[in-house]
């Protein structure tokens, strides 16, 4: 720590017991209390009142002011005393009050610096955590360890032609439960030394358990920075290398999962809901990047944004990323989202709201049902309508709603449900409500058929065989005297059959609510009726109900990898006469001109330099301060900007006449506010060469031309915006980025196709590890490695594609298993068609494997 915040941390807690604790003792010395030694009668209090003033009266009225004002500010310091040692922010703001809370959060911030703060030079600091992974091998495996089955354990041995889906079939007496056989042998290593890292891939030898015995725990993972060599054409891999997901932090606690979130339209949603809908339009947004097409070598490359989400989704992603934030953790990658949305497990119990008290209220999902009434209540069946479809991607839930009411609840035409129906695989769409209730007793009649038949209730059932598809299934409709007397008898026994139901109206058969506007429950009936009275349900709007149901079709079917982390950035020389180069498209890095080493900056003032070079014409004050303190506190942008700009002078040894002056970031006063920008004759960034090259690309006059300014583009394509940092500004502009480098480097490739066949497969290398969604690349890559001879290397190209989806969860489809053969060939989409043969969606694998 250096001695000007250890001065300063000393100064704010001298100030901060001279005002909490110094003035009310010099004050009641100096003037005593402002009260008096007994109670006055009336008739004193009239007699005072009456009397001619001789100004004891105002003196007496600013003692209480002061005396007030005092114990305002010392409560606002205890409460922010108590915010610091929770490691939150005290977000209760008083009217009028603000400018005194500001400056009790400013001194108990700079007191407390010292103790919970650690040391930040002001050039030197280290850049933030980086999660230790285990080793690696080629394709991004961890290091299995082996696996020793526990004793009088069934082990099978696997034979030519066996899969996952044929051993169950004959060893375990249903091919659906392979997922049983997966669960119990996941990245165990088999006998010739190779890793079970995919359900698809078997080889003949393998030992594979079979029993339900427990699994020995694996050792945890050893930290290491060791990383693959990076090479523009990766080692070949073995077929049972394929990427598993890694275990990181995008789960959330349970505290969590618990929390109530209230939205800008007033409605009232779970943080788990909202991390549903965030993810689901991660999926979406994969969608769009796995079939993009790479503009032709004669198209100009742009950068353009993302298609903007509608505004209630766009909230939701925003509330999803900030958990992270606030637990200082890592916002997780679109590939860490997708991966841990894939559980199995049937939700027991739904979180529908808060009860009185503040805890979460939940409800069992299975069993006789709730109704709600009142104004509120068709709110919360749309939300618990769409927080339940959210969750059945993998079918854990299967809802049953006539088509008319979906149209009410969920603000959609019924062309626009039907067109979105066939990705929702819980959704049954009932052509009318008599429909609805036959197809409710048809589910009930067979599962009780099952019951019987097998002797086990259906929660027996689920945990006896995890691989059967046996979701809970819930019937939501309008209460009429048909409902009343067809579904009541079948929910009295849900819970032996895993049915339930939500209905809008007075349920007679189990609990009703009665909501009103704001969603609170005013009255309640039924068994255990009591703990609802006074809760807040959760609820969302048709608007909102609409713009997060268009999210889910994709949400189970798609999923996000990573591309491969680049190479360090090395030392090289820029062109121009900037004295500091500021490099952005990777991990963030700034050299000094004729120096080797990078100059270290703490992740504030790097964050500072990515934001202003993200903004070449200039920031105000306030957009700055917004970027960087997006909670509202501790806004110090002169401190920050001085420390940075005295940074780079120190490390660049700036001698400038103007070094007094702001050099590196300029200041320029405006009327209203100061407007910020870097000095572009002090610092070069690549973002901007890189811009500029595009510019070049657009206006070439000839493919020569052309040529030349795409290889000076594909010079500057070196990774990612900001690698290893997140904020929301930054996350709106790095894909854009990352996919116009991809395209640079793909019109390279195909005007180097002709006469350097070598170097354009190296540029299309290049652009599948910036971004590993678009199969385009990978069928580019496979035509010229076949025109090269190379059908060894176009073979582990197309496997490297399967592995990518599948490593992930992602089933293969038809669209791209045709190009795949159509590049390839048929022998080898022979050789190859493994991966797409099991996945772990029960829907694919029927499609997939007849």
């Known amino acids: 720590m250096t001695v000007l915040r250890l001065l300063r941390a000393m100064a704010a807690f001298i100030v901060l017991l001279a005002l909490v604790f110094g003035f009310p003792v010099l004050f009641y010395k100096i003037a005593g ?30 003692e209480l002011i002061a005396w007030g004002t005092w114990a305002t500010f010392s409560l606002t310091v205890i409460g922010e005393v108590i915010a610091k040692v929770r490691g939150q922010h005290l977000n209760v703001r008083l009217p009028g009050l603000r400018g005194m809370q500001r400056l009790a959060a400013y001194l108990v911030a700079s007191a407390t610096l010292a103790v919970l703060m650690p040391g930040v030079s002001n050039a030197v600091v280290p850049p933030p955590p980086v999660v230790a992974m285990a080793p690696m091998h080629p394709l991004g495996e961890p290091a299995a360890t082996d696996v020793k089955a526990p004793p009088k354990e ?33 990245r165990s290593r088999q006998p010739d030394g190779r890793t079970f890292a995919a359900p698809g891939l078997i080889r003949p030898g393998w030992k594979l358990r079979l029993s339900s015995g427990k699994r020995p725990k694996l050792p945890s993972p050893v930290s290491t920075t060791e990383q693959p060599p990076a090479a523009d054409i990766p080692p070949k891999p073995s077929p049972s290398e394929t990427p598993r997901p890694e275990p990181s932090s995008t789960h959330l606690t349970k505290r969590e999962t618990a929390a109530a979130i209230r939205l800008s339209s007033g409605s009232l949603v779970a943080l788990a809901y909202a991390a549903g809908i965030s993810t689901a339009y991660v999926a979406g947004r994969l969608h769009r990047r796995r079939r993009r097409i790479p503009p032709a070598a004669t198209e100009p490359v742009t950068i353009t944004p993302e298609p903007e989400p509608p505004a209630p989704v766009r909230e939701l992603h925003r509330v999803h990323r900030q958990a992270f934030v606030e637990r200082d953790e890592p916002v997780p990658s679109d590939g860490e989202l997708m991966r841990h949305d894939h559980s199995i497990d049937i939700p027991e119990l739904v979180h529908i709201g808060q009860a009185s008290d503040g805890s979460p209220l939940r409800i069992a999902l299975e069993g006789p049902g709730i109704g709600f009434t ?75 058929r099952m019951v019987l038949e097998r002797e086990a209730d259906i929660g027996a059932l689920r945990r006896r065989d995890p691989g059967e598809v046996l979701p809970a299934i819930l019937l939501i409709a309008e209460i009429d005297t048909d409902v009343s007397e067809r579904v009541a008898a079948p929910l009295a026994s849900a819970r032996g059959v895993g049915i339930g139901g939500i209905f809008l109206g007075s349920w007679s058969g189990g609990v009703t609510c009665v909501l009103d506007s704001t969603h609170t429950v ?17 609820h969302i709007t048709a608007e909102e109900a609409a713009a997060h149901l268009q999210q889910l079709p994709s949400a189970g079917e798609e999923s996000v990898s990573e591309a491969e982390s680049p190479p360090e950035n090395e030392q090289a020389d820029w062109p121009g006469a900037a004295l500091v180069r500021l490099t952005i498209l ?84 405006t009327k209203d506010s100061a407007i910020y920008r870097i000095d572009h004759e002090l610092i070069s960034i690549d973002l901007w060469d890189y811009e500029s090259a595009l510019e070049q690309v657009r206006t070439a006059a000839d493919l020569a031309e052309r040529r030349t300014a795409l ?101 293969s489809d038809s669209q791209m298993e045709r190009a795949i053969v159509k590049t390839c060939g048929s022998s080898s989409f022979k050789q190859l068609s493994t991966c797409h043969r099991s996945s772990v969606i029960p829907r694919a694998v029927r499609r997939a494997c007849p």
């Open 586 to 669: 990777g991990h963030p890095t700034i050299h000094v001109r004729g120096k080797r080493e990078p100059v270290l900056l703490s992740w504030l003032q790097l964050s500072t330099l990515i934001y202003l070079a993200l903004h070449p014409n200039g920031v105000t004050r306030d957009q700055l301060a917004t970027a960087l303190w997006p909670d509202d506190l501790g806004k110090d942008i002169h401190n920050v900007l001085r420390h940075l700009r005295g940074a780079l002078v120190a490390a660049a040894g700036y001698k400038g006449a103007e070094a007094k002056r702001a050099p590196f970031i300029s200041a320029s006063t």
């Open 374 to 448: 009142g104004p509120g209540g068709g709110d919360t069946v749309r939300y618990l309508a769409v927080d339940l479809l959210r969750q059945s991607n993998n079918y854990r839930v299967q809802i049953i709603v006539s088509i008319t009411l979906a149209e009410e609840l969920f603000g959609l035409s019924q062309d626009g449900l039907r067109e979105i129906v066939a990705g929702i695989p819980g959704l049954l769409l009932a052509p009318s409500h008599e429909d609805a209730l036959q197809n409710f007793e048809e589910a009930y009649f067979l599962r009780s």
């Open 154 to 186: 069934r082990i099978y041995r696997v034979k030519q032609g066996d899969s996952l889906w044929s051993i169950a079939d004959n060893e375990l007496g249903n091919p659906r439960r392979w997922p049983k056989i997966w669960k119990l042998n996941a």
């Open 711 to 811: 290889l000076t583009a594909a010079g500057l394509c070196t990774g990612e915006l900001a690698d290893g940092f997140s904020a929301e500004w930054i996350e709106d502009q790095r894909y854009p980025l990352t996919r116009s480098q991809a395209d640079v480097l793909a019109q390279l490739a195909e005007l180097l196709a002709g006469e350097d066949a070598e170097q354009a497969l190296s540029a299309l290398e290049r652009a599948r590890r910036l971004d590993p969604d678009t199969e385009e690349t990978y069928f580019r890559i496979i035509r010229l490695q076949l025109r090269l001879d190379r059908r060894d290397d176009a073979s582990r190209t197309a496997e490297l594609l399967r592995q990518h989806q599948c490593g992930l969860g992602l089933s």
């Open 522 to 538: 005013t009255a309640a009936e039924g068994r255990g009726a009591d703990s609802l009275v006074g809760a807040q349900l959760f």
């Open 33 to 62: 209390l402002p009260f008096p030694d007994h109670v006055p009668s009336l008739e004193q209090i009239v007699e005072a009142l009456s009397a001619p003033d001789d100004g004891t009266l105002f003196v007496t009225a600013l």
